[in-house]
Structures are given as structure tokens and as C-alpha cells.
């Protein structure tokens, strides 16, 4: 995939299906110029989701697309799929971002889309994809757990990285102490995510995302418990 060129500023359409904290530090981030992006239109599977009124609150255009009329049919979840498309096109969205979204995307969007739809998961991925990741991490007795934005692609959760942060699990966690470690995180990173991605400094290789320009390397390291 080549690099986006950056002409105008990104249009980003977000899809949310609960309270939407990650579209929130997205907002945030745009507000506070960290982000040069514009959400173009925040669409949700859900009627009653926090993140749809999110959006209204700070002017944004938000949209309940109904998926029940869509539930029959074998290929239901991409005639859903299409109509979330329409919505996203009439709003000339170049780059989805997959924010507590509870629906699989299916090739229709991933096809229309390609390299051009995020994901955050609350899990160093490929470690605990799927549900309950920060449950599965406490569950194993994982000292280090985190957070990931990738690309999307067909298989869940295993599109290529782009950006990881990491925090300590500690002793006595619950799966909600730790998931309020790691949605911090979450708040940095993704926004970042985007920005990177709006300066056309993400080209993708394989399963390789590598950053154009004057790249920041992490230094020093995560050690838990600490020596
Ligand atoms: C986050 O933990 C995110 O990583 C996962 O779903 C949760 C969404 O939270 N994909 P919110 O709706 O952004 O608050």
C-alpha cells in the first residue's frame, strides 16, 4: 500500500457501538490540534450508544444504522455492510476508524476500504484477540498487558501494527482494574494512529507498517515487576 498523500485533511468516519471514550479522545485530540483530521460522520449498530451522543454534543453528524432489517438472508452482514458504505461514501470518509465497534466487518467494507480501515484492541496483539481480551490477560497471569492499533483485514484482530502501548498488569488486578489501566493508553495511541496516518507517513509491507520521517523509537524498557 502507498502512503497517503496528504492534500486535504483526512476525513475520518468513526463506527461505535457502546459509550465511544476512544471517539471521544479522537474529538479531543482534533479540538486540541494534535489531530489534523475531521470526523466526517460517527455511525453506530446501536440506537442507545453513548458515542452517538458524543458525536451530537460536539456537532458532529451521528448515525444509528439499524442492522435489524438486514438480520435475514444469508448474506446479512454484508448487505449491512453496503449500507454502512453508502452512509460512508455520502460523507467522502477516506479512513475508518473501528472504535468499540461490536460488529464483524466483511469484505464489502474491507474491499471498498483496503488499508484504509483501523482497529484498537486492548491486548497486545497477537496475544488475546477476539472478546474479553483484558480478562484473558489477567486469566493467564500475563505481567505485561497493553493495548494495539493495526490495519483491518478478513481475520479478526490480525491486521498489521501500527502502534502499541504497554502496561503493567499488577497483583490483586480485575479484568476492570486492568482494562481502565490499559483504556488511558488507548486514548493516546489511537489518535496518534490517525494523525500518523493523515501525514501519509504509514505505508504498509506485508504485515510490516513502517513510518516515514523522523520516527520517535521507544526507549528503554517495561519490566514488571521492576529489578
Ligand atoms: C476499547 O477497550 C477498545 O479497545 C475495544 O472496545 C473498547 C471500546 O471502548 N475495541 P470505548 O467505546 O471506546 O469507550
Redo the contacts with the bound molecule.
Keep these: 500500500m502507498s502512503a497517503r498523500v496528504p492534500t486535504s485533511k483526512l476525513r475520518v468516519g468513526v463506527l461505535?457501538?457502546?459509550?465511544?471514550?476512544?471517539?471521544?479522545?479522537i474529538i479531543d485530540a482534533i479540538e486540541a490540534g494534535t489531530l489534523d483530521a475531521r470526523i466526517a460522520v460517527v455511525i453506530s449498530n446501536k440506537q442507545e450508544?453513548?458515542?452517538l451522543e458524543r458525536a451530537r454534543r460536539h456537532g458532529l453528524t451521528g448515525v444509528f444504522l439499524d442492522p435489524k432489517p438486514f438480520a435475514h438472508g444469508s448474506n446479512s452482514r454484508e448487505a449491512y455492510d453496503r449500507a454502512i458504505l453508502d452512509v460512508l461514501q455520502k460523507h467522502e470518509v477516506e479512513l475508518i476508524a473501528?472504535?468499540?465497534?461490536?460488529k464483524i466487518v466483511t469484505p464489502v467494507l474491507i474491499g471498498a476500504y483496503p488499508d484504509r480501515i483501523m482497529?484498537?484492541?486492548?491486548s497486545l496483539l497477537p496475544a488475546f484477540p477476539g472478546l474479553d481480551?483484558?480478562k484473558k490477560a489477567v486469566d493467564w497471569g500475563v505481567k505485561i498487558a497493553g493495548?494495539t492499533v493495526h490495519f483491518v483485514t478478513e481475520g479478526v484482530d490480525e491486521g498489521p501494527i501500527i502502534i502499541q502501548a504497554a502496561v503493567p498488569v499488577l497483583q490483586g488486578d480485575t479484568a476492570d482494574t486492568l482494562?481502565a489501566r490499559?483504556?488511558v493508553q488507548?486514548h493516546r495511541i489511537y489518535p496518534r494512529a490517525i494523525q500518523l496516518y493523515a501525514e501519509g507517513r504509514l505505508r504498509i509491507e506485508g504485515r510490516h507498517v513502517l513510518l516515514a520521517g523522523a520516527s520517535d523509537p521507544a526507549t528503554g524498557s517495561l519490566i514488571n515487576p521492576s529489578l
Aim: charged residues 5%; contains cysteine.
Design positions: 461505535a457501538s457502546g459509550r465511544g471514550t476512544n471517539l471521544q479522545a450508544a453513548q458515542a473501528l472504535a468499540g465497534y461490536m482497529n484498537i484492541h486492548p481480551a483484558q493495548c482494562s490499559i483504556l488507548e
